[in-house]
């Protein structure tokens, strides 16, 4: 009998060819990816009332160069994004201290800096750079070094510092992704609940010191989230209209180009922060449900791959990709359906923008290279085993 087995078979990626990395990325991934894009095409489309410009064509460009920009980033070693993690984190703060100073305003806010082709967000950039930062701190510690609160102070300071930098430009909403992204990797590196639970008393303590630091658009955006309908013209016109296209949607929706708040131009910011109620106006319930479950297979898949990595690197960096996509997700369809205040954080590869398109691409190569050299046993030094 022949005892050949194919699960036993397993490649190493310290032999692999570039073709042969390239044949071992997940394509069933990278195809949910393309069709979640996709979908975010066809509604920049209709956002635009039939019309590929302005939205549409420049996020397909944007995809493209952010596909190309994912299956490098997955050819790389991982031990090469394990090694200049730090340099990549201190590149990211450097950005975000450049933004204080030669920033660009736009909406009233100073988050961009102006490269002349692009208008880079450095916030986006640090949300990838703080996973690596993190995940290489954490990589290799030991249950007792966890646990010591001093080995906790250099992450602490990863995470708050840049959260601090974002919340001054000012941008709410990015800085507590900042905050939650960089909590789920404490939790997943080991750290103890009861120390979340002191930072959590010590956060709702501060809330009266740190609402005197709240911009007076951002104090009516809570005021509003708790009444509503205090002021529906004003700073609640944005959540009421949002709420009657979702209502107005129903079970399979208007029908594609036929949404009334959207076209008839009731509903603001339709091609950014609130196109996924653009969606479920022309698309209904069911349309919704069909993204959401896009939405839920890429965060099973981010989810297998991290358990499958051999390496705690490669598991944290998975896992911490996989999070702060949920936390887009989440942020994004919990703020139209006013569920939370408003902020804004765009819906991933449906929502028009640059940075963030390229800097999800960008994860998503660092997932598929945790997919790739998931075998791949990683010291704590860094000295690397064939599994």
């Given at each position: 009998?022949?005892?050949?087995?194919?699960?036993?078979?397993?490649?190493?990626?310290?032999?692999?060819?570039?073709?042969?990395?390239?044949?071992?990325?997940?394509?069933?991934?990278?195809?949910?990816?393309?069709i979640c894009a996709s979908v975010g095409f066809i509604m920049l489309y209709s956002a635009a009332n039939g019309s590929i410009d302005p939205w549409a064509q420049r996020q397909m460009v944007r995809f493209g160069i952010g596909f190309a920009m994912m299956v490098t980033v997955a050819l790389v070693d991982i031990r090469i994004w394990m090694r200049y993690a730090y340099?990549?984190?201190?590149?990211?703060?450097?950005?975000?201290?450049?933004?204080?100073?030669?920033?660009?305003?736009?909406?009233?806010?100073?988050?961009?800096?102006?490269?002349?082709?692009?208008?880079?967000?450095?916030?986006?950039?640090?949300?990838?750079?703080?996973?690596?930062?993190?995940?290489?701190?954490?990589?290799?510690?030991?249950?007792?070094?966890?646990?010591?609160?001093?080995?906790?102070?250099?992450?602490?300071?990863?995470?708050?510092?840049?959260?601090?930098?974002?919340?001054?430009?000012?941008?709410?909403?990015?800085?507590?992704?900042?905050?939650?992204?960089?909590?789920?990797?404490?939790?997943?590196?080991?750290?103890?609940?009861?120390?979340?639970?002191?930072?959590?008393?010590?956060?709702?303590?501060?809330?009266?010191?740190?609402?005197?630091?709240?911009?007076?658009?951002?104090?009516?955006?809570?005021?509003?989230?708790?009444?509503?309908?205090?002021?529906?013209?004003?700073?609640?016109?944005?959540?009421?209209?949002?709420?009657?296209?979702?209502?107005?949607?129903?079970?399979?929706?208007?029908?594609?180009?036929?949404?009334?708040?959207?076209?008839?131009?009731?509903?603001?910011?339709?091609?950014?922060?609130?196109?996924?109620?653009?969606?479920?106006?022309?698309?209904?319930?069911v349309g919704g449900l069909f993204l959401l479950g896009i939405y839920v297979l890429i965060l099973a898949y981010g989810y297998a791959i991290a358990l499958r990595s051999r390496s705690q690197f490669g598991r944290l960096v998975a896992l911490g990709v996989t999070v702060t996509f949920f936390l887009y997700v989440f942020i994004n369809i919990a703020m139209v359906m006013?569920?939370?205040?408003?902020?804004?954080?765009?819906?991933?590869?449906?929502?028009?923008?640059?940075?963030?398109?390229?800097?999800?691409?960008?994860?998503?190569?660092?997932?598929?290279?945790?997919?790739?050299?998931?075998?791949?046993?990683?010291?704590?030094?860094?000295?690397?085993?064939?599994?």
């Amino acid at each position: 009998m022949n005892n050949f087995s194919p699960q036993r078979v397993r490649f190493n990626p310290h032999r692999m060819t570039l073709r042969e990395k390239f044949w071992q990325m997940n394509w069933m991934l990278i195809g949910l990816i393309t069709i979640c894009a996709s979908v975010g095409f066809i509604m920049l489309y209709s956002a635009a009332n039939g019309s590929i410009d302005p939205w549409a064509q420049r996020q397909m460009v944007r995809f493209g160069i952010g596909f190309a920009m994912m299956v490098t980033v997955a050819l790389v070693d991982i031990r090469i994004w394990m090694r200049y993690a730090y340099s990549f984190y201190i590149v990211a703060m450097v950005l975000l201290v450049a933004v204080e100073v030669v920033g660009s305003v736009g909406m009233g806010a100073q988050r961009w800096i102006d490269l002349g082709i692009v208008q880079l967000q450095p916030s986006e950039v640090m949300k990838i750079s703080l996973i690596l930062a993190l995940a290489r701190y954490f990589h290799g510690a030991t249950i007792q070094e966890v646990g010591r609160p001093l080995f906790l102070l250099p992450p602490l300071v990863m995470v708050f510092a840049p959260a601090v930098l974002v919340l001054k430009q000012p941008d709410l909403g990015t800085a507590l992704m900042l905050i939650a992204g960089g909590g789920a990797i404490f939790f997943l590196a080991g750290v103890r609940m009861w120390k979340f639970g002191l930072v959590l008393a010590a956060a709702i303590g501060s809330v009266p010191i740190a609402w005197q630091f709240l911009r007076q658009y951002q104090k009516n955006r809570v005021l509003i989230f708790l009444n509503p309908e205090a002021d529906p013209l004003g700073t609640g016109y944005h959540i009421t209209q949002s709420k009657i296209a979702l209502g107005s949607g129903g079970l399979f929706g208007k029908g594609f180009l036929q949404g009334t708040q959207s076209h008839l131009n009731f509903l603001p910011e339709k091609q950014t922060d609130f196109i996924f109620t653009m969606l479920a106006e022309e698309t209904g319930m069911v349309g919704g449900l069909f993204l959401l479950g896009i939405y839920v297979l890429i965060l099973a898949y981010g989810y297998a791959i991290a358990l499958r990595s051999r390496s705690q690197f490669g598991r944290l960096v998975a896992l911490g990709v996989t999070v702060t996509f949920f936390l887009y997700v989440f942020i994004n369809i919990a703020m139209v359906m006013g569920l939370i205040p408003v902020v804004g954080v765009p819906l991933p590869l449906i929502s028009y923008g640059g940075t963030a398109m390229l800097t999800l691409m960008i994860g998503f190569g660092l997932m598929m290279s945790v997919y790739i050299h998931r075998d791949v046993v990683i010291g704590r030094r860094g000295s690397s085993e064939e599994g």
